[in-house]
Nanobody, 127 residues
Framework: VQLQASGGGLVQAGGSLRVSCTVS????????MGWFRQAPGKDRDFVAV????????YYADSVKGRFTISRDNAENTVYLQMNSLKPEDTAVYYC?????????????????????WGQGTLVTVSS
């Protein structure tokens, strides 16, 4: 399975950006998908996750109400729509895939449970 993240770039604070993650090699619908991010000099942190059907999502408190995760299984692509961006959102954004079942009790926020990772796409928010 290969994950390819794209769509990063430079945006002003308050602006919007959408990053994408395209999956190849296996059908996207087999996986629940997460987005993580890693700011310079910091650990990689959980951002959002979406179930295989798209019916369940969870978000980090820091992005709740500003970011929206979605998926198009027919296009084998997962999206992260980022609105009201802040300089502290600057990071490399990674997508990840897990074959399990997503629930509130899942450790979906832990990067070690994911089976596959994309290479990351850089998002820079200027003040």
């Amino acid at each position: 399975v290969q994950l390819q993240a794209s769509g990063g770039g430079l945006v002003q604070a308050g602006g919007s950006l959408r990053v994408s993650c395209t999956v190849s090699g296996r059908t996207l619908s087999m996986y629940y998908m997460g987005w993580f991010r890693q700011a310079p000099g910091k650990d990689r942190d959980f951002v959002a996750v979406i179930s295989q059907s798209g019916g369940t999502t969870y978000y980090a408190d820091s992005v709740k109400g500003r970011f929206t995760i979605s998926r198009d299984n027919a296009e084998n692509t997962v999206y992260l729509q980022m609105n009201s961006l802040k300089p502290e959102d600057t990071a490399v954004y990674y997508c990840a895939a897990n074959l399990g079942r997503l629930s509130g009790g899942s450790a979906y926020y832990k990067e070690e449970i994911y089976d596959y990772w994309g290479q990351g796409t850089l998002v820079t928010v200027s003040s």
